[in-house]
Nanobody, 116 residues
Framework: QVQLVESGGGQVQPGGSLGLSCAAS????????MGWYRQAPGKQRESVAA???????NYADSVKGRFTISRDNAKNTVYLQMNSLKPEDTAVYYC??????????WGKGTLVTVSS
């Protein structure tokens, strides 16, 4: 059974930092591309950052230079370090695992609130 469990969400002031983690189980983690998505109230889910099985990364324009995605294959975990947070970063953040073939798996999400 595939499980993706996000952690690290919470409330932070504008300009602050927060780190998210996503622990995966039930998959051969090292061959999966991993990604972070977010969904703000009243908006569609959007891709934030992704990392391939080989470690190549890409980011949404809105977070470039502020967010960093990384992975630790030994721990079956993907991370999202978020710096210089803005109120518009407020959303539920979801971890996703994309297999070489087939549909993505999704976590249940963790809420990030950026507010003073």
């Amino acid at each position: 059974q595939v499980q993706l469990v996000e952690s690290g969400g919470g409330q932070v002031q504008p300009g602050g930092s927060l780190g998210l983690s996503c622990a995966a189980s039930g998959i051969t983690f090292s061959i999966y591309a991993m990604g972070w998505y977010r969904q703000a109230p009243g908006k569609q889910r959007e891709s934030v950052a992704a990392i391939t099985s080989r470690g190549s990364t890409n980011y949404a324009d809105s977070v470039k230079g502020r967010f960093t995605i990384s992975r630790d294959n030994a721990k079956n975990t993907v991370y999202l370090q978020m710096n210089s947070l803005k109120p518009e970063d407020t959303a539920v953040y979801y971890c996703s695992a994309k297999p070489p073939l087939g549909s993505n798996f999704w976590g249940k999400g963790t809420l990030v609130t950026v507010s003073s």
